[in-house]
């Protein structure tokens, strides 16, 4: 935390703190727990680098309007610097998936999942507020990753992209699709969810945006889909998760979920994140591959992951999504070829060893 924090971190508590720290973070940010006169502790965090201004209101934002989430309790947009509460050290849904309970992964998944629902259908009677709160605050646009993902794709199953004209028009008009919006933290990965004892309340908010809420969905369904601590579910486990977060959704936004089109929706929002994603990694993927996680955690390659990606394209898109499904499926056929010295991905650890016998057999 820099010098203009620090004085703007004691400004706005009105004392000096007796204890600051760091909790991690990333190129983007500093965040540091810190420790007040009474004792009581806060959470602070300070944006950094080019894209600080947008993220600082991104975050304010998620964190005046997204329920489940810390108390706003001071800013400084001078410093991008954020205070809030400190919702503590229990653990986060990725300690539990990466951990040895099953019976207490497969319910907390699924609770997480209705609470997500549950958070991002609470705003869509302040859709309105959320976009005046973001003003001045640019919009990711991922045609950009969404088009090289599709070439990409194409290259690897050796086709023309053309070919996908028809699939990537209904990601076209999901995306631009008015009035099944939610306002969401956007990264809402096991690891931004604390389950405290009020239950989960989630963490980094630094990308909220309003956006379909199929989008949202395709994280239960997929699972995780933009995400590190990722392996391959047991049996019935996303189903159960999409259909919680459904559930809660459908309880503040029935307009949105009550609808045919909903389940194929999802869906076409899994594509997006899948292309995205062969966006993302496929160049580091086939030049300098590695762990997606933080240093000392367990998490798969960038090639597991694309390899389960690209499987999961096509097995569960080929009726929605045909041309996508059928390019999935080739790209999988290539990476076994490619990449044939790399393992599977694997199931979650906490179900590896009761579930053995349910995870589909990759390889």
Partial sequence: MDELARTALATLLREEPTDVVELGGSQRSIVVRVTLADGGTVVAK?????????????ERAGLRHLPRTPSLLECDPDARLIVMTDVGTDDTLADLLLGSDRDTAWASAISWAGALGDVVGQTVNQLDDVRADLDGAPVYDPTLSLREGAQALADLAGIDVAVLAEDLDRIDALLGMVGAEVAWPSDTCPDNAVQTSTGWTFLDLEGTDVAHAALVAAYPAMPFATCWCVFDPPQDLTEQMLAAF??????????????AEWRTEVEVASAVWILAATAWLLPNARTNDGPLGPEGSRSPTRRQLLRSRWRWLAQRLHRSMPALAAAGADAVLWAEREWADEPGIGPFPAFAEREAGEIPEHE
């Fill in 46 to 58: 300070q944006f950094l680098g080019d894209a600080a201004e947008t993220s600082y209101r991104r």
């Fill in 246 to 259: 459904t559930l809660s959704l459908s309880g503040h936004a029935p307009h949105i979920t009550d609808r």
